[in-house]
C-alpha cells in the first residue's frame, strides 16, 4: 500500500493549489485521512483531516482558507488550499488509515510529502 502525496509548488501569496493523496494497492478500505504539514524548525501540525462518510476538521490556521474533499470511488482526498500565505510554506503530509482486508483493523500509512512554497 501506498500514499502518493503530489500538487504542490512555489506559489505567489493570495494564490492557490490543490494537493492530492491517493492511495494505492491492494487493500479493502481506505478510512480517515488527514493532512498535516511541516515548516522549518517546527513541529508537524494537523491542517485538515476528513472521515470515510465525509466529516471534516480543519487547523485554525487554514479554517475558511482550506477545502479537504475525498473521491472514495478513486482512492483520493485533495486539499484545496485558497488565499495561500507565506506562513503556510511546509511540507505537506497526507496520512490515512487503512484496513487492509475486511474485518481487519485499521492502520496509519504516510505518503511521502510534498512542498509547498509560497512568497510574499
Given at each position: 500500500?501506498?500514499?502518493?502525496?503530489?500538487?504542490?509548488?512555489l506559489v505567489q501569496a493570495g494564490m492557490?493549489?490543490?494537493?492530492s493523496c491517493i492511495a494505492s494497492?491492494?487493500?479493502?478500505?481506505?478510512?480517515?485521512?488527514?493532512w498535516y504539514r511541516q515548516a522549518p524548525g517546527k513541529e508537524r501540525e494537523l491542517v485538515a483531516?476528513?472521515?470515510?462518510?465525509?466529516?471534516?476538521?480543519?487547523?485554525?490556521?487554514?479554517?475558511?482558507r482550506f477545502t479537504i474533499s475525498r473521491d472514495n470511488a478513486k482512492n483520493t482526498v485533495y486539499l484545496q488550499m485558497n488565499t495561500l500565505k507565506p506562513?503556510?510554506?511546509a511540507v505537506y503530509y497526507c496520512s490515512a488509515e487503512i484496513a487492509l482486508r475486511r474485518g481487519e483493523p485499521y492502520d496509519p500509512y504516510w505518503g511521502q510529502g510534498t512542498l509547498v512554497t509560497v512568497s510574499s
Open positions: 500500500v501506498q500514499l502518493q502525496a503530489s500538487g504542490g509548488g492557490s493549489l490543490r494537493l494497492g491492494n487493500f479493502f478500505i481506505l478510512g480517515s485521512v488527514g483531516d476528513i472521515s470515510f462518510t465525509g466529516n471534516t476538521n480543519y487547523g485554525d490556521s487554514v479554517k475558511g506562513e503556510d510554506t
